[in-house]
Nanobody, 123 residues
Framework: QVQLVESGGGLMQAGDSVRLSCVASLDKPVSDYGMGWFRQAPGEKRVFVAAISWSGSTTYYGDFVKGRFTISRDNAKNTVYLQMNNLRPEDTAVYYC???????????????WGQGTQVTVSS
């Protein structure tokens, strides 16, 4: 069964740090997939946060990240991480993990999606 399961969200305070995890069970080894994180704030569209290549050697981020977030992966554990530092109230959103056979795909082309984990940041 193909699935992506996110965890690590919760209620945070401004300035906190948190690491989100995404455990992948896919039809091919997770190392065959580029992975991404996206987020959707209340009343807004889902937007790109970060992506990482198959081996983890290449990453890129949404403009708003500004060095606060880091995406990483451990293919041996079938897990992708999103380390978020210096959280702000505007980071409040549901965070989704996604997988695609290509790296750098537009959001609409990602093949598999998790159910999301809520991150709420209070001021």
């Amino acid at each position: 069964q193909v699935q992506l399961v996110e965890s690590g969200g919760g209620l945070m305070q401004a300035g906190d740090s948190v690491r989100l995890s995404c455990v992948a069970s896919l039809d091919k080894p997770v190392s065959d997939y580029g992975m991404g994180w996206f987020r959707q704030a209340p009343g807004e569209k889902r937007v790109f946060v970060a992506a990482i290549s198959w081996s983890g050697s290449t990453t890129y981020y949404g403009d708003f990240v500004k060095g606060r977030f880091t995406i990483s992966r451990d293919n041996a554990k079938n897990t992708v991480y999103l380390q978020m530092n210096n959280l702000r109230p505007e980071d409040t959103a549901v965070y989704y993990c996604a997988a695609d056979s290509y790296f750098g795909s537009p959001q609409r082309d990602y093949e598999f999606w998790g159910q999301g984990t809520q991150v709420t940041v209070s001021s």
